[in-house]
T-cell receptor, first 115, second 113 residues
Framework: EAGVVQSPRYKIIEKKQPVAFWCNPISGHNTLYWYLQNLGQGPELLIRYENEEAVDDSQLPKDRFSAERLKGVDSTLKIQPAELGDSAVYLC?????????????FGPGTRLTVT | QQQVKQSPQSLIVQKGGISIINCAYENTAFDYFPWYQQFPGKGPALLIAIRPDVSEKKEGRFTISFNKSAKQFSLHIMDSQPGDSATYFCAAGRGGSNYKLTFGKGTLLTVNP
């Protein structure tokens, strides 16, 4: 069974430019998470999807960040415009359903560098 | 407000030794406490988890000890191996319809051969 797929793995952009990250969760997983991981820190939840619905986006900086999960499968996270402080690893995770009984499977992440 | 405090920040252990990583939490609503292991360039992977109704859980060389009254839990890695060298994150989860995990800052474990 394939794991969570993310692309690109690395991205370098100049500040004020837009950037997008793509995630393909494990087949059949209805719940999808986007996390932000700064260097030397643990992952921090940005947004959680249940199928197509964003059920928790309270930590998503909506002035510059947006996300979508069309058809309840793949998801895209976008930043426009990027700032220097956005340099981090963006992790996608999925689980069959939300809840502690369901393990979250993480992808390898996209490392973003904003110059 | 940091809801899950993890220590130490880094840890060096000799092969065969015991690695101990500690976490403390503040929110008594947390009811699920997993530990994740992360290798460089990879995403975190669930290692072991515990619910507050038990004080200890063991899986192979990995043991979680849980102290509900002190709001603390720890990961013990017995017979540590160089392959265990990774970053370890504790986390705390709050159940219900708004389920989410709050992670600690991580501990970089190095096991010397």
């Amino acid at each position: 069974e394939a794991g969570v797929v993310q692309s690109p793995r690395y991205k370098i952009i100049e500040k004020k430019q837009p950037v997008a990250f793509w995630c393909n969760p494990i087949s059949g997983h209805n719940t999808l998470y986007w996390y932000l991981q700064n260097l030397g820190q643990g992952p921090e939840l940005l947004i959680r999807y249940e199928n197509e619905e964003a059920v928790d986006d309270s930590q998503l900086p909506k002035d510059r960040f947006s996300a979508e999960r069309l058809k309840g499968v793949d998801s895209t996270l976008k930043i426009q415009p990027a700032e220097l402080g956005d340099s981090a690893v963006y992790l996608c995770a999925s689980s069959p359903r939300a809840g502690e009984a369901y393990e979250q499977y993480f992808g390898p992440g996209t490392r973003l560098t904003v110059t | 407000q940091q809801q899950v405090k993890q220590s130490p920040q880094s840890l060096i252990v000799q092969k065969g030794g015991i690695s101990i990583i500690n976490c403390a939490y503040e929110n008594t609503a947390f009811d699920y406490f997993p530990w994740y292991q992360q290798f460089p360039g990879k995403g975190p992977a669930l290692l072991i988890a515990i619910r507050p109704d038990v004080s200890e859980k063991k899986e192979g060389r990995f043991t979680i000890s849980f102290n509900k009254s002190a709001k603390q839990f720890s990961l013990h890695i017995m017979d540590s191996q160089p392959g265990d060298s990774a970053t370890y994150f504790c986390a705390a989860g709050r159940g219900g319809s708004n389920y989410k995990l709050t992670f600690g800052k991580g501990t970089l474990l190095t096991v010397n051969p």
